[in-house]
């Protein structure tokens, strides 16, 4: 087996056994983020507590088994993390995905899976689609004060 055929295995086991799926009742941050070029569409639920730790993350949505496999990912990946950790490991994914950047395993876990995409720069968004709305979910939460967030966000 390569590396890139265990890689479509992770990302396949991710569309089929999803972390996260579903709504999550104490989320403080709702966000909604839409492709509409793919028609992808991504909802994130997430809990963060008073001392910036991501206490649950939750996902649904439909669309391409990249899009659905990458959100199971992330999800997994920023759970039990303090935001400014959630920020690398969003940075980290973005830079591997956008920039090319050799990705950091330790800092992403079965995100690196998703770097064969790039193969396919068609396909990126809808690997980062669920990325940007958690990235824009943080940037909304941080000014928020304490207050619920929900946001709704369109991929151009």
């Not at 390569?2 to 089929?16: C, F, S």
């Not at 993390?81 to 920020?87: C, E, G, I």
């Not at 830079?95 to 396919?120: C, H, I, N, Q, Y």
Request: charged residues 20%; negative net charge.
């Amino acid at each position: 087996m390569t590396l890139e055929d265990l890689y479509r295995e992770v990302i396949m086991d991710h569309y089929r056994r999803p972390r996260n799926r579903g709504a999550l009742a104490d989320a403080n941050v709702v966000m909604e983020g839409v492709n509409p070029l793919c028609g992808d569409e991504i909802k994130l639920w997430l809990s963060i507590d008073d001392a910036g730790l991501i206490t649950g993350a939750a996902f649904d949505g439909h669309g391409c088994s990249i899009s659905q496999s990458s959100a199971s990912i992330m999800t997994a990946a920023v759970v039990g993390k303090p935001l400014a950790d959630a920020h690398a490991v969003i940075a980290g994914f973005r830079s591997m995905m956008l920039e090319g950047e050799t990705p950091d395993e330790a800092l992403l876990g079965d995100g690196v899976a998703l770097e064969g995409v790039r193969k396919f720069p068609v396909r990126i968004k809808c690997a980062v689609l669920s990325w940007n709305t958690l990235q824009l979910g943080l940037d909304e939460h941080a000014t928020a004060g304490g207050q619920r967030v929900e946001l709704h966000h369109s991929e151009s």
